[in-house]
């Protein structure tokens, strides 16, 4: 049995205030309160209530990057890789709908520091779809004319499920993220 850390209960807690309320609208007693510890125990691990929206933030994309380059590293077909990378990709938004809605829709809420860094691995998640779309597109399997553009498109397929997915609704996200895939294949692959 795995025991649950003081800064993870925060840290859950936080995730829990910022997807029902907002950042704006989240006290760190919300967040207290949600983790069943005082208000001054929030500043023991965090001097700030961005530095928690900063901590779910990092943790999220790091966790997304490493879906995104998994699934780039799974296969050296680049047909069967982008089907991989939008299904992945897509697949994470919906099983982390509550954490994708935050690290996508509070950004604005982060310092520029902050925002700096998590840019960082926004670009790499880019980059590597882009990769993937070049190399496809120098192979001969892939027409993209656009490959940024392109690149951008097939990942806000995963990311606009965070603004209207919910789990247990009327599509599973086994479903979306199939016809993600689907889709991405459809768009991109040489005729």
Same mark, same amino acid.
């Given at each position: 049995?795995?025991?649950?850390?003081?800064?993870?209960?925060?840290?859950?807690?936080?995730?829990?205030?910022?997807?029902?309320?907002?950042?704006?609208?989240?006290?760190?007693?919300?967040?207290?309160?949600?983790?069943?510890?005082?208000?001054?125990?929030?500043?023991?691990?965090?001097?700030?209530?961005?530095?928690?929206?900063?901590?779910?933030?990092?943790?999220?994309?790091?966790?997304?990057?490493?879906?995104?380059?998994?699934?780039?590293?799974?296969?050296?077909?680049?047909?069967?890789?982008?089907?991989?990378?939008?299904?992945?990709?897509?697949?994470?938004?919906?099983?982390?709908?509550?954490?994708?809605?935050?690290?996508?829709?509070?950004?604005?809420?982060?310092?520029?520091?902050?925002?700096?860094?998590?840019? =960082?691995?926004?670009?790499?998640?880019?980059?590597?779809?882009?990769?993937?779309? =070049?190399?496809?597109?120098?192979?001969?399997?892939?027409?993209?004319?656009?490959?940024?553009?392109? =690149?951008?498109?097939?990942?806000?397929?995963?990311?606009?499920?965070?603004?209207?997915?919910?789990?247990?609704?009327?599509?599973?996200?086994?479903?979306?993220?199939?016809?993600?895939?689907?889709?991405?294949?459809?768009?991109? =692959?040489?005729?």
């Amino acid at each position: 049995m795995t025991t649950i850390t003081a800064r993870e209960r925060l840290i859950n807690a936080a995730v829990e205030a910022f997807a029902e309320k907002g950042f704006a609208a989240t006290t760190t007693r919300d967040i207290a309160s949600r983790a069943g510890m005082s208000p001054a125990a929030v500043y023991v691990h965090h001097d700030s209530k961005e530095s928690l929206l900063f901590t779910v933030s990092l943790q999220g994309h790091r966790s997304a990057l490493d879906v995104i380059n998994r699934a780039y590293a799974a296969t050296s077909d680049p047909v069967e890789r982008i089907r991989r990378m939008v299904y992945d990709f897509s697949r994470w938004h919906a099983d982390h709908s509550r954490v994708g809605r935050i690290v996508q829709w509070e950004y604005h809420a982060l310092t520029p520091e902050h925002r700096a860094e998590v840019a =960082a691995f926004r670009r790499s998640i880019e980059k590597t779809m882009q990769d993937a779309l =070049a190399d496809g597109v120098a192979q001969g399997v892939l027409d993209v004319t656009d490959i940024p553009g392109t =690149a951008f498109s097939l990942l806000s397929l995963g990311v606009d499920l965070v603004r209207w997915f919910e789990p247990g609704g009327s599509r599973s996200g086994d479903d979306l993220a199939s016809l993600h895939a689907e889709l991405a294949v459809r768009m991109t =692959a040489a005729r």
